[in-house]
């Protein structure tokens, strides 16, 4: 039973454009949701999070906007560099969980 | 300054052996997390220690595998005879925080790739 999904394996952008990465979830009690970036051969890192009282949060290139009626958030990223190239990973979570659920990922790369 | 450790980074083991998987969390973090991840799929959340304390292992199987976060030393995830499906990516996290997952706090190991022939 996959709550959170990504949909897009693979996304291939030019360097300087926008990435956009999708995530649809199933849960309505998700409250909180977060995007990690994985590069090969380690482990997840955090990127930005949102709380669904809020329906954008900006930390420099990345954006993160959530749709709660439509359970869609995205990440865009702008402009996209090279070292952006990774695997991105969805996550959400609720209030009293003691565990995030994760989406498949999607692995961006950014052709220079 | 050390992050997450994961030892071992990969193991190989045949049908029917032990796997044990060692984490030691970043200096500080009291809150430690397993996550699984089968090929082709994200990551999955198994079980969650506090310091001597299982706090939740609903993601857990629930034979064959089992964790403990002893007052000294590592956390340690423990696969009994193991079997093909077994195979898969452990991560450990680790948090300072409670309900470290739900602030974006988990800070993640390199994993542990287990192989199962």
């Known amino acids: 039973d996959q709550q959170v999904k990504q949909n897009s394996p693979s996304l291939s952008v030019q360097e300087g454009r926008i990435s956009i990465l999708n995530c649809d979830y199933t849960?309505?009690?998700?409250?909180?949701f977060l995007w990690y970036k994985k590069y090969p051969a380690e482990g997840p890192t955090f990127l930005i999070s949102i709380s669904s009282i809020k329906d954008k949060n900006e930390d420099g290139r990345f954006t993160v906007f959530l749709n709660k009626s439509a359970k869609h958030l995205s990440l865009h990223i702008v402009p996209s560099q090279p070292g952006d190239s990774a695997v991105y990973f969805c996550a959400a979570s609720f209030s009293g969980a003691n565990n995030l659920f994760f989406g498949t990922g999607t692995r961006l790369t950014v052709i220079p | 300054n050390a992050g997450v450790m994961q030892n071992p980074r990969h193991l190989v083991r045949r049908r029917g052996q032990e796997a044990r998987l060692r984490c030691s969390p970043v200096?500080?973090?009291?809150?430690v997390y397993w996550y699984r991840q089968l090929p082709e799929e994200g990551l999955k959340f198994m079980v969650y220690?506090?310091?001597?304390?299982?706090?939740?292992e609903s993601g857990m199987p629930k034979e064959r595998f089992s964790a403990e976060f002893p007052k000294e030393g590592p956390s340690i995830l423990r696969i009994q005879q193991v079997v093909r499906g077994d195979s898969a990516a452990y991560f450990c996290?680790?948090?300072?925080?409670?309900?470290?997952?739900?602030?974006?706090?988990?800070?993640f190991g390199e994993g542990s790739r287990l192989t199962v022939l």
């Open positions: 200096k500080g973090h009291s809150h």
């Open positions: 220690l506090q310091k001597e304390n299982i706090i939740d």
């Open positions: 996290a680790s948090s300072p925080l409670l309900q470290g997952a739900n602030t974006g706090e988990l800070f």
């Open positions: 849960n309505s009690m998700f409250d909180y």
